[in-house]
């Protein structure tokens, strides 16, 4: 079942639509009844003529529901052109102003030819907390260089086993990360992919790995309060998808994955 973080941005628009055409109904119905109270106003002043303001109260009552259903309807109708429109254009036409950041998890959306690879920095072993093979100060260097419109970072398999099972190490690194980011690139929007869960055998041999969903609340609580995007990619997850090693997943998750950071990030 799709959870409520995983609402689409096109539902999102929807709603919003709807609350526009709402108040736009609601101050319609105002403007009538102020006019109403003018004219009654006029009626009762015997100094003025009523008449004038008579008539237009009535050529405004007539512009009845009939009119704003037409408007609704012609709102409808190009929301849903433009839903169309969006779920027709390929990955790589969303992802044009986009860059991703990552680790072994984000390699999958280049080698499976999901992504151009000039879309992606990623490399095995990566995460935000310090180890002997870091990598993410270049992969941070990267990014600023080619400064996308959106860049999402997708860290944290690895920093499990790196912060010897401590949340607080994991998100103090990532934190350093983001505000790095957003010193450097003010004016990008940036989008925190979730740790993917793994398999149970994978947690029985490290149990380490069965705390991946506290470091996912941590994380989301952080992208909260830094004003970053935290994009729940946990209900994607069908055992099927999952090779051998019980981590990493095969091609058919990384089209789903690019739609719904896509649809998330409302490229």
């Known amino acids: 079942m799709e959870s409520k973080k995983t609402k689409t941005a096109a539902a999102r628009k929807r709603e919003d639509r709807d609350v526009v055409l709402r108040i736009s109904v609601f101050l319609m119905i105002l403007m009538l009844t102020i006019g109403g109270l003018v004219v009654t106003a006029g009626?009762?002043?015997?100094?003025e003529d009523p008449t004038e303001g008579l008539k237009k109260l009535k050529e405004m009552e007539e512009a009845d529901a009939g009119e704003i259903d037409t408007q609704i309807q012609v709102l409808e109708e190009a929301e849903?052109?433009?839903?169309?429109?969006w779920a027709n254009r390929t990955i790589e036409e969303k992802f044009a102003n986009s860059f991703v950041i990552g680790d072994s998890i984000a390699q999958g959306l280049y080698e499976y030819e999901v992504l151009e690879r000039s879309r992606?920095?990623?490399e095995r072993d990566s995460g935000v907390c310090d180890t002997?093979?870091?990598?993410?100060d270049g992969h941070v260097e990267k990014a600023v260089?080619?400064?996308?419109?959106?860049?999402?970072?997708?860290?944290g398999i690895n920093?499990?086993?790196a912060s010897s099972g401590s949340v607080s190490v994991f998100t103090e690194a990532y934190r350093e990360i983001l505000d790095k980011l957003k010193e450097e690139l003010p004016e990008t929007k940036l989008c925190v992919?979730?740790?993917?869960?793994?398999?149970?055998?994978?947690i029985d041999k490290n149990p380490l790995y069965g705390n991946i969903s506290r470091y996912n609340q941590e994380l989301e609580e952080l992208c909260v309060e830094l004003g970053v995007l935290f994009i729940d990619n946990g209900g994607l997850v069908k055992d099927a998808y999952?090779?051998?090693?019980?981590?990493h997943m095969g091609a058919d998750y990384y089209k789903e994955w690019a739609d719904h950071m896509a649809q998330e990030a409302g490229l």
Request: net charge negative; proline share 8%; glycine share 2%.
């Open 145 to 155: 260089e080619v400064s996308p419109q959106v860049l999402f970072l997708s860290y």
């Open 242 to 247: 999952y090779l051998d090693d019980g981590i």
């Open 120 to 122: 992606v920095t990623a």
């Open 43 to 47: 009626v009762m002043n015997p100094r």
């Open 159 to 161: 920093d499990i086993v």
């Open 132 to 136: 002997e093979v870091t990598r993410i």
């Open 193 to 202: 992919n979730s740790i993917l869960p793994v398999q149970q055998p994978v």
């Open 80 to 85: 849903r052109a433009a839903d169309e429109a």
